[in-house]
């Protein structure tokens, strides 16, 4: 992709989240938004502490971080980055866009999302201000359908027209609060995530019973 994005904008994929742990709905949606959107990187951003998890057991940043790592090392185009786990506190999407703004200034950004985060984005803080700077694609997830939500939105919200992209992916069916609730009943999780994140979480004993609430 690198050669045909040559003299134009250069577009780049941001993925957030918790990914605890990182799995094939992520990678399958951050990959067909690659090819669709010719974004030239996706970069994956794990979250410190997210304002909308309501969950306390969130694995350390550290596993969730190494699984990303291990997760993407086959594809160049994608990256990770640590920014929101270097920075105390709460976490808002504004800042990290922010901040993405200082380091690729020549950039235009892409928001990756799933559609069930993409009908929250109106209860972010600064919607505004995130919308002046970033596009989002919202990808298919299973039950969670939001192309009739972004028509609704556009209506009501004009400053969003053109700035909401409804993805069709090959939907998966795949959740890491599933996947944590596999590894705790003992059932496979298998084929749902990439092998090396597999082990990892074998390894280190990751959401087990002793390890989750
Ligand atoms: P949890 O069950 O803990 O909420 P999750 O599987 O939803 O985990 P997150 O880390 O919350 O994963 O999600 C990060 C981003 O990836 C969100 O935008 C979410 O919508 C998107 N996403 C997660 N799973 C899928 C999937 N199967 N298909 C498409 N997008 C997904
Ligand atoms: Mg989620």
Not at 113 to 131: C, K, N, P, Q, Y
Not at 202 to 213: A, S, T
Request: hydrophobic content about 40%; cysteine-free; aromatic content about 10%.
């Amino acid at each position: 992709m690198g050669d045909e994005q040559k003299g134009k904008v250069d577009r780049l994929g941001i993925m957030g989240g918790t990914f605890d742990p990182i799995h094939f709905g992520h990678l399958v949606a951050a990959e067909m938004a690659r090819s669709m959107f010719n974004l030239s990187k996706v970069l994956f951003i794990p979250s410190g502490t997210p304002p909308h998890k309501d969950r306390s057991d969130i694995t350390d940043a550290g596993f969730r971080f190494e699984m990303i790592e291990r997760a993407i090392q086959d594809n160049p185009a994608f990256g990770i980055s640590a920014l929101e786990l270097e920075r105390k506190g709460l976490s808002y999407t504004v800042d990290t866009l922010r901040a993405l703004r200082g380091i690729y200034p020549e950039h235009e950004l892409y928001f990756i999302t799933g559609s069930d985060v993409l009908r929250e984005i109106f209860s972010w803080r600064e919607v505004e201000e995130i919308l002046k700077m970033t596009e989002f694609i919202g990808a298919a997830r299973p039950g969670f359908d939001a192309s009739d939500f972004l028509l609704q939105i556009q209506d009501k919200h004009p400053e969003t027209q053109g700035k909401l992209h409804y993805l069709e992916v090959p939907a998966l069916a795949i959740s890491s609060t599933d996947i944590r609730s596999r590894v705790k009943r003992g059932y496979p999780i298998r084929y749902l995530l990439p092998e090396p994140v597999r082990l990892f979480i074998q390894q280190h004993g990751l959401y087990r019973e002793d390890n989750v609430l």
